[in-house]
């Protein structure tokens, strides 16, 4: 290392300039050459781990270090680098560790360390088992933040087997030291195993049983074992995870493992069956093991073969004798290690329609006898067929297929069955039908309409509006003897509201327009007091429910005498014909201007 001092005086006149260096501070580790000013190493073998830092005192002089010259200092700091000169070092040279053996895998069972006086990657060390680990159970692993050795679990640790390991753990630098060589410590660890209450062993994993089908409840499909492993040999408690056997179908002896059904089981249902059992300790019920135990369902004899669908066959009319209808195969649920042999026969072997072929090869064809089918003398046919298998015992069942004669093309083709066999030979089509069909429903569909709207103009048109009103013209025949006239009819009938003909006709009508009541002659009293008798009906036909909601014209044979309205009469009024105006009726509207031309016409009469 150099240092420099300046001096600002001129170096040309004399030594005023000239500079001389020496250490004040630093001795006897380190020098300085007077003239160039190069610090140096005075002293060999200086040891980083003793001291790293130095502080050096420079002076310069000038004059050239007379006397009487000046002088300036300066401090230089001197800071050691590291090698690796160290080797790790283990704090102890023997550890002691005791584990449970329940310990998980990968977890710490204990930890050990190596310090190196050295810093940085020269003091990185690497931690390894050498020795007493035979089984491989464990493994230790260096923690890159603390340089510990980290000492895990690769496998579980078993008290009954072994209690006791003697590892011997070496570190090793990651660098290599300035001679080449690799520096490293070694120790050794003790490891005592602690006994824990493990839950059981099954002396399986998986167990796998055969079971024949339909085989009695109690039946025994297998046993399983499991033993407490730790010291104080637990009893074993067994039962059966019921969310593995919804159904119940197996039961277990919670002392032996015995396991047996508790129901039939069906082979064409399900051939296997897995559920999970599971071994508790007495001593301790949280200590659970499991094991899954595999049923596989053997198969029996136990269902008949039949047709696989019970489809309809076709058969032309016009076919031939021996003709094939259909080839036919029966199946079998049941599966025999030997494979399916089927035997046929017709339930009836003198059938006179159709017979059997048998093809050798589990499979059959339906033939006809004769070649007279028609549909119009039968359009279907049945032919029971009785099949049967070798098993043991031998299972039969019969099975009836149905036979529809059609109408084929000559080339053999069905172009029709059913409803067209008859339709067909009179030369209509499918088509031809449904137009036909189509035609008479819309015929029907016309009457209908035509006579509903009949219906609607033959009913009487009922007043609804108040501007609805029809002329009603009334015919009299008798015209009466007029007010004084009481010869001519019975009073006592007016009396009597009932009448001999019952009540009287009530003509209800509905006016437009209201007149007041033409002033007549007053006639004198005949004894009948006739106003009270109106007046009652008047009372009775304003209270009756039954009567329409506008006004009613009441008509009755006698008027009486000495009515303050007067005569309802035209017949011996003070006025005449002649003197009436009959104008009004033409403002009354279109509905009365036909009456008001009669009535004019009537007086333009009676003028001329």
């Given at each position: 290392?150099?240092?420099?001092?300046?001096?600002?005086?001129?170096?040309?006149?004399?030594?005023?300039?000239?500079?001389?260096?020496?250490?004040l501070?630093?001795?006897?580790?380190?020098?300085?050459?007077?003239?160039?000013?190069?610090?140096?190493?005075?002293?060999?073998?200086?040891?980083?781990?003793?001291?790293?830092?130095?502080?050096?005192?420079?002076?310069?002089?000038?004059?050239?270090?007379?006397?009487?010259?000046?002088?300036?200092?300066?401090?230089?700091?001197?800071?050691?680098?590291?090698?690796?000169d160290?080797?790790?070092?283990?704090t102890k040279?023997?550890?002691?560790?005791?584990?449970?053996?329940?310990?998980?895998?990968?977890?710490?069972?204990?930890?050990?360390?190596?310090n190196d006086?050295?810093?940085?990657?020269?003091?990185?060390?690497?931690?390894?088992?050498?020795?007493?680990?035979?089984?491989?159970?464990?493994?230790?692993?260096?923690d890159?933040?603390?340089?510990?050795?980290?000492?895990?679990?690769?496998?579980?640790?078993?008290?009954e087997?072994?209690?006791?390991?003697?590892?011997?753990?070496v570190?090793?630098?990651?660098?290599?030291?300035?001679?080449?060589?690799?520096?490293m410590?070694?120790?050794?660890?003790?490891?005592?195993?602690?006994?824990?209450?493990?839950?059981?062993?099954?002396?399986?994993?998986t167990?796998?049983?055969?079971?024949?089908?339909?085989?009695?409840?109690?039946?025994?499909?297998?046993?399983?074992?499991?033993?407490?492993?730790?010291?104080?040999?637990?009893l074993?408690?067994?039962?059966i995870?019921?969310?593995?056997?919804?159904?119940?179908?197996?039961?277990?002896?919670?002392?032996?493992g015995?396991?047996?059904?508790?129901?039939?089981?069906?082979?064409?249902?399900d051939?296997?069956?897995?559920?999970?059992?599971?071994?508790?300790?007495?001593?301790?019920?949280?200590?659970?093991?499991?094991?899954?135990?595999?049923?596989?369902?053997?198969?029996?004899?136990?269902?008949?073969?039949?047709?696989?669908?019970?489809?309809?066959?076709?058969?032309?009319?016009?076919?031939?004798?021996?003709?094939?209808?259909?080839t036919?195969?029966?199946?079998?649920?049941?599966?025999?290690?030997?494979?399916?042999?089927?035997?046929?026969?017709?339930d009836?072997?003198?059938?006179?329609?159709?017979?059997?072929?048998?093809?050798?090869?589990?499979s059959?064809?339906?033939?006809?006898k004769?070649?007279?089918?028609?549909?119009?003398?039968?359009?279907?046919?049945?032919?029971?067929?009785?099949?049967t298998?070798d098993?043991?015992?031998p299972?039969?069942?019969?099975?009836?297929?149905?036979?529809?004669?059609?109408?084929?093309?000559?080339?053999?083709?069905?172009?029709?069955?059913?409803?067209?066999?008859?339709?067909?030979?009179?030369?209509?089509?499918?088509?031809?039908?449904?137009?036909?069909?189509?035609?008479?429903?819309?015929?029907?569909?016309?009457?209908?309409?035509?006579?509903?709207?009949?219906?609607?103009?033959?009913?009487?048109?009922?007043?609804?509006?108040?501007?609805?009103?029809?002329?009603?013209?009334?015919?009299?025949?008798d015209?009466?003897?007029?007010?004084?006239?009481?010869?001519?009819?019975?009073?006592?009938?007016?009396?009597?509201?009932?009448?001999?003909?019952?009540?009287?006709?009530?003509?209800?009508i509905?006016?437009?327009?209201?007149?007041?009541?033409?002033?007549?002659?007053h006639?004198?009293?005949?004894?009948?007091?006739?106003?009270?008798?109106?007046?009652?009906?008047l009372?009775?036909?304003?209270?009756?429910?039954?009567?329409?909601?506008?006004?009613?014209?009441?008509?009755?044979?006698?008027?009486?005498?000495?009515?303050?309205?007067?005569?309802?009469?035209s017949?011996?009024?003070?006025?005449?014909?002649?003197?009436?105006?009959?104008?009004?009726?033409?403002?009354?509207?279109?509905?009365?201007?036909?009456?008001?031309?009669?009535?004019?016409?009537?007086?333009?009469d009676?003028?001329?």
């Amino acid at each position: 290392m150099r240092v420099t001092a300046t001096d600002a005086d001129d170096p040309g006149y004399g030594n005023s300039a000239k500079l001389v260096y020496s250490i004040l501070e630093g001795q006897p580790y380190f020098s300085i050459d007077q003239y160039d000013a190069v610090i140096k190493v005075a002293l060999a073998g200086m040891d980083r781990e003793m001291r790293e830092e130095y502080l050096v005192v420079i002076q310069a002089r000038d004059m050239g270090g007379h006397m009487g010259g000046m002088s300036g200092t300066t401090t230089v700091t001197v800071t050691l680098t590291d090698i690796n000169d160290n080797p790790p070092k283990f704090t102890k040279g023997l550890y002691e560790f005791t584990i449970p053996e329940d310990l998980g895998i990968g977890k710490p069972g204990g930890k050990v360390k190596a310090n190196d006086r050295d810093t940085g990657e020269n003091a990185k060390s690497t931690y390894r088992i050498i020795g007493g680990d035979e089984r491989d159970i464990f493994e230790i692993v260096t923690d890159t933040q603390t340089q510990e050795g980290v000492l895990t679990l690769k496998k579980a640790l078993d008290f009954e087997s072994k209690k006791y390991y003697n590892l011997t753990v070496v570190a090793t630098n990651v660098q290599s030291s300035t001679t080449g060589s690799t520096f490293m410590d070694q120790a050794t660890i003790k490891i005592i195993v602690e006994d824990s209450d493990e839950p059981p062993v099954f002396s399986k994993s998986t167990y796998v049983f055969d079971v024949h089908e339909n085989a009695p409840v109690n039946t025994i499909v297998g046993t399983v074992m499991a033993r407490d492993q730790d010291a104080s040999r637990s009893l074993v408690r067994y039962s059966i995870d019921r969310h593995t056997d919804l159904e119940r179908q197996f039961n277990i002896h919670v002392d032996d493992g015995r396991i047996t059904l508790a129901k039939p089981l069906d082979r064409e249902a399900d051939t296997w069956h897995n559920i999970t059992v599971t071994a508790t300790e007495t001593r301790n019920h949280s200590q659970i093991s499991r094991a899954i135990v595999a049923v596989r369902v053997l198969d029996i004899n136990d269902n008949a073969p039949e047709f696989p669908v019970n489809e309809e066959l076709f058969l032309c009319e016009n076919g031939r004798p021996g003709q094939v209808i259909e080839t036919i195969s029966a199946v079998d649920r049941d599966n025999p290690a030997q494979g399916h042999t089927f035997h046929y026969r017709l339930d009836t072997p003198t059938n006179p329609n159709f017979t059997i072929k048998n093809n050798l090869d589990n499979s059959i064809s339906i033939l006809t006898k004769h070649d007279y089918f028609r549909r119009q003398k039968q359009e279907m046919y049945f032919l029971p067929i009785i099949v049967t298998d070798d098993g043991d015992p031998p299972l039969s069942s019969t099975n009836t297929l149905t036979i529809r004669v059609c109408g084929c093309s000559k080339d053999g083709t069905v172009q029709s069955c059913n409803v067209e066999a008859f339709v067909l030979p009179i030369g209509l089509s499918m088509g031809a039908l449904i137009a036909i069909l189509a035609c008479i429903i819309l015929l029907l569909v016309i009457v209908v309409l035509f006579v509903t709207l009949r219906r609607h103009k033959n009913e009487p048109l009922i007043i609804k509006d108040d501007e609805d009103v029809r002329e009603n013209i009334i015919r009299y025949d008798d015209e009466g003897g007029g007010e004084e006239d009481t010869e001519a009819f019975d009073i006592a009938t007016l009396q009597n509201p009932d009448g001999i003909n019952g009540f009287l006709p009530r003509k209800d009508i509905k006016p437009d327009l209201q007149f007041m009541p033409r002033q007549g002659h007053h006639s004198g009293p005949n004894g009948v007091d006739v106003d009270e008798f109106i007046n009652v009906r008047l009372h009775e036909a304003d209270n009756d429910p039954t009567a329409p909601p506008y006004d009613s014209i009441q008509i009755y044979g006698y008027e009486g005498r000495g009515s303050i309205a007067g005569s309802l009469s035209s017949l011996e009024t003070a006025s005449s014909d002649s003197d009436q105006n009959y104008d009004y009726l033409r403002d009354w509207g279109p509905h009365f201007r036909r009456l008001g031309e009669l009535y004019s016409v009537g007086e333009s009469d009676k003028e001329t």
